[in-house]
């Protein structure tokens, strides 16, 4: 096994002491040299670590017998808690990792990787069976004939096809791996398939594919599980991270910032009520929350219940629908603003300006609870998970819509870019939310996650529908004052180099819809 902790003078500055452990993985036939484009970027955010596999680049050691023999020899000397981000078979073996020895695992990122390489009769999002042993054959022939025809296959389709080409060259002039060390890597690739440990996986995972990748098909990403936060990238080949590195770089610092945030400041709730309260056009503007509403109101239970709280309700958008499931309903939400405009359209619903970590409501008074894009809003989540425990009935139900951590993670990642301010808020993970309301008492009964993409022609476009509905930042140490010309642009800049050739900008809302039930 060969690994390294070191960065050289040009690949990154030194990171700061308390950064994460980043352990990077490259691809078969590859080298640690591989990493360079991304180096600079993510050595400012973690400490980098860099394996190289057996016959590859500097390791001249042989393949041991089993993939799991050389992820036990890898973990005797990496850091005891660590991100992985593997590349290609890289990415497979970070998996495996991930799999075996979850406690030594904080997320793990994907780089054009499929957790099942070659096809099976249960299994055809993968390279013909027939393909890859002609594959093998011509290794056995003529390696150096196969190691570029494979880098034709890696920038095939690749809008930047020879710049990657040519730092693949590169990259092979520092270190070309032995046919020995590519024959074993190719039988491991073969025999691996990850499927249900990809569907069991106890940490994060973040998957990158390319769009025009020859070798794995974007498809891959449909048959993973919700949980897993996807980016397909429309431009690309096989080899993102030499294609569009900033967008890469950008992408995985984000995806581990916000599942490992350092301290964070609370909001003022009067700052948020008083922004949802200015929100004139809301309702002609919230086209997103009313659809992530109207997707919750089909999870709901079918039977009727005596009493059900809208928390967070808004205008009451919704007020007519749940009324049709309930004898007597309750709307709740901070902002007095939005209230009023609920009390001027539904005379016939108890209405309540209140705090929904402090409920003015009795122990066990509430049957059920529907709550659509609110929960993100607030600052304390197991005290909120507590108050509803508290008011819902033995036997009732929480049906929850809410914004998971990789909403707009791109308008957060080219903020990241311009200055280091915090703009867009950090929104809970699956964990924080199940471990809130499980400690609260409650049992989960449900969860799916759905991402949804929308398109903006420009940043500002996206700042304006922002500002519509209350949803701004209001985020402690933001700048006082308008944002200025040379700052939009330096955002708009740094936005369009996430998106690549894509003529509008996209914009990633992450929606996670829950239900628990209060055990009677």
Not at 22 to 28: C, N, T
Not at 98 to 112: D, F, H, K, M, N
Not at 247 to 263: C, E, G, K, N
Not at 402 to 408: E, F, I, V
Request: proline fraction near 6%.
């Amino acid at each position: 096994m060969h690994a390294t902790a070191e960065t050289t003078a040009r690949e990154a500055p030194t990171p700061p002491a308390t950064s994460t452990d980043l352990v990077l993985v490259h691809g078969w036939g590859s080298n640690r040299h591989t990493w360079a484009p991304l180096a600079g970027a993510l050595a400012g955010q973690f400490h980098l670590h860099y394996l190289e596999l057996p016959g590859h680049g500097e390791n001249r050691e042989p393949w041991p017998d089993t993939p799991q023999e050389l992820i036990d020899s890898w973990v005797a000397t990496l850091p005891p808690k660590a991100i992985y981000l593997g590349w290609s078979l890289g990415g497979s073996l970070a998996l495996l990792l991930a799999g075996r020895y979850p406690e030594r695992v904080q997320a793990v990122v994907t780089l054009a990787s499929n957790p099942c390489f070659v096809a099976r009769a249960d299994w055809c999002t993968a390279m013909a069976g027939q393909d890859f042993e002609h594959f093998r054959q011509r290794l056995v022939r003529d390696p150096a004939k196969l190691r570029r025809y494979f880098a034709g296959l890696q920038t095939l389709g690749d809008a930047k096809a020879a710049d990657v080409r040519r730092q693949l060259e590169a990259e092979a002039r520092r270190g070309e791996a032995t046919p020995a060390g590519l024959a074993a890597g190719l039988d491991t690739l073969a025999g691996l398939d990850l499927r249900s440990c990809v569907q069991q996986l106890a940490v994060p995972h973040l998957a990158l594919f390319g769009q025009q990748d020859a070798l794995v098909p974007c498809a891959v990403a449909d048959s993973l599980p919700s949980r897993s936060s996807v980016w397909t990238l429309g431009d690309c080949g096989h080899a993102l991270h030499l294609s569009r590195p900033e967008a890469v770089a950008a992408r995985v610092v984000d995806f581990a910032l916000q599942r490992h945030p350092a301290t964070a400041h609370p909001r003022k709730k009067s700052a948020v009520a008083a922004a949802f309260s200015r929100a004139e056009d809301y309702d002609r503007a919230a086209l997103l929350q009313q659809e992530a509403g109207t997707a919750l109101l089909q999870r709901l239970p079918r039977h009727r219940v005596d009493t059900l709280l809208d928390l967070g309700c808004g205008t009451g958008f919704f007020s007519q629908a749940l009324k049709s499931r309930c004898h007597e309903l309750i709307g709740l939400d901070l902002a007095e603003g939005m209230l009023r405009r609920a009390r001027a359209n539904n005379g016939d619903v108890q209405w309540l300006c209140a705090d929904a970590e402090n409920l003015p409501l009795e122990r066990d008074s509430i049957d059920q609870v529907y709550s659509s894009l609110a929960v993100q809003w607030c600052e304390d989540l197991p005290r909120l998970a507590r108050e509803i425990a508290r008011v819902l009935q033995p036997g009732g139900e929480l049906a929850l819509a809410t914004l998971g951590p990789d909403t707009l993670w791109e308008l957060r990642a080219a903020w990241r870019a311009v200055d280091a301010q915090v703009h867009v808020n950090r929104f809970a993970t699956h964990e924080e939310m199940h471990n809130a309301f499980a400690v609260a008492g409650l049992e989960l009964v449900a969860h799916d996650a759905e991402r949804w993409l929308r398109r903006v022609p420009q940043v500002r476009q996206l700042a304006r529908e922002l500002r519509a509905i209350g949803a701004h930042n209001v985020n402690p140490g933001r700048q006082a004052g308008l944002t200025g010309k040379r700052r939009w642009q330096q955002l708009e800049s740094a936005y369009r180099a996430i998106a690549g050739d894509a003529e509008d900008l996209p914009v990633t809302w992450a929606l996670d819809f829950y239900r628990f039930r209060k055990p009677h």
